[in-house]
């Protein structure tokens, strides 16, 4: 061997040995900068049947104090169905109803079901968040039918969750069971062991001690307040003595211009009718009290651990409620803004604090918002947008448009004649009260509604799947109480354009959904008719 070859070989041991230490350097960068920006851990706080056009978020001084003021408050947040199943499997998947098939909440609508388990909670927003190494945690409500023997029982834990407590069926606060990670644990009446609220809060504690700032998590609490049956927490069944539901203008008014539901409502209502909506208003009200605690709670760990920086938590509800609006005397399930408008509070890294947005959000962005957060590219067939660009205001492109219209849907939910024992002639019905026997939802309460939202239009198109066929228009600029239907006031043009939106909506998939188009403007046809409201 010469010496030129021996000279050759160590110069190349040399160059080798620089090449992999700049490799070596290289990955070491990354690592740190991966370091200095960690995935960030995700809280979501989601309540039940809380509405914000009643002042449901009135009680929950502490949530707004350590949320709102720390985060951006959505004005405009809206459920796409107002009812818990529905609404809850379009936060899971980011799909309108017509999507994820989830119409009510029974088996047989699909809520919980084989079909639904086989299919849709398959591809919930969880199992891609999962995919991005997150430690995950479920703890309360999941969906109505969860846990039946015809649904899979409590052995079935949804794909995606490493720590799952969930309560088998609607929400309850005593006497009831939980599926701790496919074993059902029975609880009774004992408020310091039972009460489930405070107990979803301390499951939640258990799982915050075991987090640390080198593996994100993902915690979802999804508490029974404020369903009904409105048990609080005894340190609180004194609070608002003195309150009672507010007198909106539509509050004990016939509805004599609606669909045949809201006209045969009792009108005026019977006064022990009143009283009780009045109490169910003060019920709902207190058992938020303890929601504010959990959220407390929350909050003040995260700090202790050091991961309240890196922390987005997001705080929301399934659909809102109504209290006497059009003499309906308790319930949700209708297309007006009382029980679609729903509250949305988020703060989290880099969310500016104290900050309001009137943008019109949904329950279907909750799923791609999550797994934008994460990391993972957001699916392609979500219904909904992500929010993240909206929650970082200083990274949005000025040319980019937001929605400006969307759609609600619901499929009437019914009982047998006979299931409500204290009231006679309620087939094809359901919701009904045991005071008035008024039933707040049928067979054919089935809808869909166009909802627009922009700088010169507020406007509501909704189309009954009835005898009637029923057309509902409103004005909302105008009327924001919905008290004048104005379907016979405006030129034929205007409703043959909202249909044709409305189908569009109705069939959308995906990125159909998501689209942003222009609107054609509708006061030049309110105007033309001599619209009372339009100068």
């Known amino acids: 061997m010469t010496y030129n070859t021996v000279f050759l070989r160590e110069q190349w041991r040399s160059a080798d040995k620089m090449y992999r230490l700049a490799i070596l350097l290289f990955l070491v960068s990354i690592c740190y900068c991966f370091a200095d920006k960690a995935q960030p851990n995700i809280v979501f706080i989601l309540t039940d049947d809380q509405d914000v056009v009643l002042g449901g978020m009135t009680p929950m001084t502490k949530t707004k104090k350590l949320l709102g003021d720390a985060g951006i408050t959505f004005t405009n947040m809206f459920t796409t169905s107002p009812l818990c199943c529905p609404s809850r499997s379009s936060i899971l998947t980011g799909n309108y109803v017509h999507n994820h ?84 644990e029975k609880h009774g009446d004992d408020y310091k062991t039972d009460y489930l609220t405070d107990l979803l809060g301390r499951h939640a504690q258990d799982f915050l001690g075991y987090q640390n700032e080198q593996t994100p998590f993902f915690m979802m609490i999804s508490t029974p307040a404020c369903h009904a049956p409105f048990d609080s927490a005894p340190q609180y069944v004194k609070q608002f003595a003195n309150k009672q539901a ?183 019905e359901a919701g009904c009260s045991s005071i008035d026997c008024v039933c707040e939802d049928s067979k054919n309460n089935s809808y869909s509604c166009r909802r627009t939202i922009s700088d010169t239009e507020n406007v509501m198109y909704c189309e009954f799947n009835d005898k009637e066929s029923f057309v509902e228009l409103y004005d909302l600029t105008k009327d924001p109480d919905q008290l ?45 008719y001599g619209h009372p409201d339009i100068e």
Request: overall charge neutral.
């Open 101 to 184: 098939g989830a119409v009510n909440n029974s088996i047989d609508g699909n809520c919980s079901s084989p079909d639904w388990q086989s299919g849709a909670e398959k591809k919930t927003f969880i199992t891609y968040i999962k995919q991005m190494g997150y430690s995950t945690f479920f703890a309360g409500k999941y969906l109505n039918q969860y846990g039946d023997k015809n649904a899979g029982g409590v052995e079935h834990v949804p794909p995606g969750w490493d720590s799952w407590v969930g309560l088998v069926h609607n929400s309850v606060y005593y006497n009831y069971i939980l599926s701790i990670n496919g074993t059902a």
């Open 246 to 428: 507010p007198r909106t203008p539509s509050f004990n008014q016939h509805g004599s211009d609606k669909h045949w539901l809201i006209r045969s409502m009792k009108s005026p209502m019977l006064n022990v009718s009143i009283e009780n909506t009045d109490d169910i208003f003060r019920k709902r009200w207190r058992t938020l009290l303890s929601v504010d605690d959990l959220v407390e709670g929350v909050v003040n760990t995260l700090q202790d651990k050091k991961l309240l920086d890196n922390t987005y938590i997001v705080f929301s509800s399934d659909n809102g409620y109504h209290l006497g609006q059009f003499s309906m005397p308790r319930d949700k399930r209708q297309l007006y803004e009382f029980d679609i408008r729903v509250p949305l509070i988020i703060r989290g890294p880099g969310v500016p604090a104290g900050k309001t947005s009137e943008e019109p959000v949904l329950n279907i962005d909750l799923a791609p918002t999550f797994v934008e957060m994460s990391g993972h590219e957001v699916p392609s067939n979500v219904d909904g947008r992500s929010l993240v660009t909206l929650l970082h205001p200083d990274k949005q492109v000025k040319s980019e448009k937001w929605r400006s219209d969307f759609l609600v849907e619901h499929t009437g939910e019914y009982k047998q004649d006979g299931a409500y024992k204290h009231c006679k002639n309620t087939g094809n």
């Open 484 to 528: 004048s239907n104005i379907i016979k006031q405006v030129d034929p043009k205007v409703i043959e354009e909202q249909n044709q939106e409305l189908q569009l909506l109705s069939l959308c998939q995906g990125a159909s959904c998501r689209k942003v188009g222009p609107i054609r403007s509708m006061w030049p046809y309110f105007k033309y």
